[in-house]
């Protein structure tokens, strides 16, 4: 479930203008793979809205430096882009990929406001794989209540082609990668829903062969059905790859996909800072952003 073949990252990675402050490999955990980058809009507002993103590669490749031009399509709205690395297959099986992505919101939201974000607009954004990861974060309390957090920590989870009601498992990897069988149900995203996620986007492109629109559909449906919050956008000429593709700068023009996904930002953002308030929840202002001397990408 990969974006393309490394050549075509690269690519899309050169051709990727600037604009933001870049700061490597910030540990979120003690392992290897625990790492992360942050990418700063050079002229962030305090406060900004902050994006998690989780690549893809189906749990078992994928490296944050290839994403660059995810990120850097992010800061361009005015968002603070978290790339992060999680553990892979073979040496990590379900649900340890999923508990990474706990530990990196956990970090984003104790760390992000020395970057101008604000953790009361913490949204966590995926791929394909890296979709499924946001996805079960914001479907499956249980995850982030075992960093000692919870949903209400999620402004908001946008999925581009993601993987959430695959059974029944054919591939061999597939099912080493999610068993026993007797847990395989609960892997699957879908069986999640009870209508206190919070809102999801869900962009799809209607010529993916790689993961099939019905797992958006089904998806849509089963949070409608609970009285959740869902909107799904289905793209007729994307498939699998170029509905990623689109956020890249030199190919921007072939849809509307970023335009999408900040406007979905945008609207959530404030509404749940509004709610949280509303509760009577903290939502942690942070100090004033102490930036870290600049990394060039």
Known sequence: MSLVGRGGQYLVNALTPGGYERHAGLAYGELPRQKLDVYVPEQ??????????FYGGRWQEGARRLYKFVAQALTSRGFVAILPDYRLYPHARFPAFVEDGALVVKWAREQ???????????????????????????????????????????AGMIGLAGPYDFLPLEAED??????????YAETQPINHVDGLAPPLLLLQGLQDRTVFPKNARNLEKAVRSRGGSVKAVYYRRKDHINLIAALAAPLRFTGTVLTDIADFVRLHADDHVARAEARGRDVPPGPNPVRPPRSQS
């Open 174 to 183: 597939l099912k080493d990668m999610f068993g026993p069988p007797s847990r």
């Open 44 to 53: 962030a507002a305090d406060r900004a809205p902050v994006v998690v993103f």
């Open 112 to 154: 992000a406001h020395r970057y101008s974000g604000d953790v009361g607009r913490l949204f966590v954004m995926g791929h394909s794989a890296g979709a499924y990861i946001a996805a079960m974060l914001a479907l499956n309390g249980e995850f982030l209540k075992a960093v000692g957090g919870s949903r209400e920590w999620l």
